[in-house]
């Protein structure tokens, strides 16, 4: 076990420090959170589509406007609300994804700091 009366080897220090530099080069959660923003707006796409379905069904034509009352199922309206439906998830899946790989890369970091300052470099 290290203490701060015994500092580690500067040269091991250094082999950690690459390591993580190394690592955190590439942020896998901003590519995460990107493609949630991505499968978020076609989500909202989907939503907005599944709402314009419903209002042509069921909701209040102008004045004037007679409304042919459709027979079955309204089945692109499922459809449309299954899509936003699936995209929503999808969504929250890769935000929280992200969440814990930012929570992962921020400890990373930390570290990091931690080993410029104990060699002594610059930030």
Do not use: C, N
Request: aromatic share 8%; glycine share 6%; no cysteine.
């Amino acid at each position: 076990m290290e203490t701060a009366s015994h500092p580690q080897d500067p040269a091991v220090l250094r082999v950690e420090h690459d390591a993580l530099a190394a690592r955190l080069e590439i942020r896998r959660s901003v590519d995460h959170v990107r493609r949630g923003a991505y499968v978020g707006f076609a989500a909202v796409i989907a939503f907005g589509l599944a709402v314009k379905l419903a209002w042509d069904r069921w909701g209040t034509p102008a004045p004037g406007v007679v409304r042919k009352i459709p027979t079955g199922p309204p089945l692109f309206f499922y459809v449309a609300a299954l899509i936003a439906v699936v995209l929503v998830v999808l969504t929250v899946r890769e935000l929280v994804r992200a969440r814990r790989l930012m929570r992962e890369e921020d400890a990373l970091f930390a570290r990091l700091v931690a080993l410029r300052d104990a060699l002594g470099l610059e930030r």
